[in-house]
Each structure stands twice: as C-alpha cells, then as structure tokens.
C-alpha cells in the first residue's frame, strides 16, 4: 500500500492521483475524500467554505469520471461514494457541509440509474457521525454534535465496503441513523432545521441526535480534516488498483 498526497480540492490534485494508478486496471473506488466546517454560514471565511465544494463535490465528481468512464469501457468495476444521513437534513450551522452531502446523496442514486445496464455498480454509503478527528479539525468541539457519543469508525468502514462488494445501491450505517434518515423522510424541514441549530450551534453541548458523517475507508488508515490536503493509499496487484480518497492531517 502505498500513500501519494494531492490536493483533492483540484483539478491537478485528482489528476496525480489518477495518474497513480499508473494505467492499471481500476477495480474499485472508495471515493471518501472530504471536509467539514462548522459556524454559521455568513461568519465562515468564504474560502474555507468553497473549499468544502471543491472538495466534497468538484473533486469526488471529477475523480468519479475519469475512473468510471474506465470501469464503463471494460464493462466492470465498482464505486463506493460516501455521502451521509446529514443530507437528509437542513444543516444550520454546517449548512455547506450538509449541501453538499445532499448532493452526494443524489448523485449516487442518479450515476447507478445510469449504470445500470452495465456491470459498473455504484453504492453510497450514508453513516452519521464516527469517532475519529473530523470535528475537532472542523473546529466544532464546542457543539453537541461534536461532543456526543459517536460510531465506531472501523464498524463504518465494513459496512460500507461490504455494501460496495454486494453491488447494494446504499446503505445507512448504525441503527440509530437508520431511524434518523427515515424520520428526515417525513419530518418538515423547518424542524429539522432548528434540531440542527441546537447541534450544531457553538457552545451548546447537549448530546442530541447526531446528524454529521465521518467514515474512514476500509483500505486505508487516516483522518478527515479541515486542512486542505488530500491523501490516496492503494493496493499493489500486478493488473489491477483500488483507489481510495480521503484527507488527512
């Protein structure tokens, strides 16, 4: 296994890590790379801000492309995308985050539609939030969510690769977060809304029900953070790669 850092958040960053793969055959992607930040929407800094888009969404789409239209050409292959039961909900004071989540969300469900009479299979894995160093990095320790008790990360890991092995199109990892999703689906978005402002809002440390995501690939050790850096580790078969994305410290 080995490590390469790229800056996930652009165009030349994803393509050193595509350029990896050093033109072998890409059997799976674990396309987990992301950011959060937490505050209201106008007291963020507006680049920290983009820079989740640019990660969680400009990023991950574009890797996605490059390694799908490879899979789709030999007619197999597979694709995990990590998206989150925070996409479900109106994200107050991580409003950013949680968008772009939704959009993840989506676009999963709409790639595998598209795929679907292929041999390419896309899964999206949705958990809530996981024990690792993703809210500290996001500056959110002084919140509920970030204070609350959380998943264990490696349980995380397995259900979402045995999720992406099966070819199943999602999956919501942890009981709690499956009533969570499920109540999202039939709860008004104003309620869920302000939930997520008591969450969310600096300095308020009730444990209430956690709404974020974290998810530590299943191939690879490291942390999601919010410093811009991104960190691919892969397999070294003869013929074949799995590339997995995430960010590290």
Do not use: W
Request: glycine share 8%; with cysteine; net charge neutral.
């Amino acid at each position: 296994m080995e490590a390469l850092e790229a800056d996930l958040a652009t165009i030349e960053g994803v393509d050193k890590l595509y350029a990896a793969a050093s033109g072998r055959q890409v059997d799976a992607l674990l396309a987990n790379a992301g950011r959060g930040l937490g505050q209201a929407f106008l007291d963020q800094d507006f680049e920290k801000a983009r820079r989740v888009v640019d990660t969680n969404i400009t990023g991950t789409i574009y890797l996605i492309h490059k390694v799908g239209n490879d899979m789709r050409r030999r007619n197999t292959g597979r694709i995990l995308i990590v998206g989150s039961i925070a996409g479900f909900i109106p994200g107050s004071f991580q409003a950013v985050y949680n968008g772009t989540k939704a959009f993840l969300n989506s676009f999963s469900f709409a790639l595998r539609d598209e795929l679907k009479d292929t041999k390419v299979t896309v899964s999206c894995l949705m958990p809530g939030a996981t024990e690792t160093e993703f809210f500290r990095r996001a500056e959110m320790m002084d919140t509920a969510v970030g204070t609350a008790e959380k998943d264990d990360p490696a349980e995380v890991a397995n259900n979402g690769f045995d999720a992406m092995i099966k070819g199943e199109g999602d999956v919501v990892s942890g009981f709690k977060n499956k009533v969570q999703s499920a109540a999202a689906n039939v709860t008004p978005a104003s309620v869920l809304a302000s939930q997520q402002s008591q969450e969310g809002r600096a300095g308020y440390r009730k444990a209430m029900m956690d709404l974020s995501l974290v998810y530590r690939p299943p191939l690879i050790s490291g942390d999601r953070s919010h410093e811009n850096r991104g960190a691919a580790r892969r397999r070294r078969p003869v013929s074949s790669a799995v590339l997995s994305s995430t960010v590290v410290s």
